[in-house]
């Protein structure tokens, strides 16, 4: 059997009174609103611990929620430049992927028409390189 908390057996004898008067029943509702508070403020410290176990230097002094703020901008901002990041290197190998992808076609086409015979024009090699090499410096960020 669980102890039972002191502001609710307080609030118990409040309300057993014989004589119990309005003040006293306020009284006994005020222990029960004070416990729910005590119950919320101890799930928040148990849930929020995390904050002040590995808090950082900037941190120190701050309220709990001030910090939970703060770093979950932060992890925002973060989230954008990611994804931000991540459109620009999928832009960049889009342009590489047209360009083999039209190397392929050249390629292709040229065997149709020579029935697979290699009759590669140095001029068009020369161009497929140049755009390859141009779109790969653009995605490693060598341009």
């Not at 770093?71 to 994804?83: E, K, P």
Request: net charge negative; charged share 20%.
């Amino acid at each position: 059997m669980s102890k039972q908390p002191e502001a609710l057996r307080l609030a118990d004898q409040l309300e057993r009174m014989s004589l119990s008067t309005p003040w006293d029943k306020a009284a006994a509702a005020e222990l029960r609103r004070l416990h729910q508070q005590e119950l919320a403020l101890i799930e928040w410290i148990e849930k929020t611990h995390w904050v002040q176990v590995d808090a950082q230097p900037l941190e120190l002094g701050r309220h709990r929620a001030d910090v939970i703020q703060m770093r979950v901008a932060s992890l925002h901002a973060a989230n954008i430049d990611c994804v931000n990041h991540f459109n620009a290197i999928k832009a960049e190998h889009a342009e590489l992927l047209a360009v083999l992808k039209g190397f392929s076609d050249y390629v292709h086409a040229e065997q149709s028409a020579t029935d697979g015979a290699v009759t590669y024009s140095t001029t068009a090699i020369n161009h497929w390189a140049f755009l390859a090499r141009d779109a790969i410096a653009k995605a490693t960020g060598a341009a």
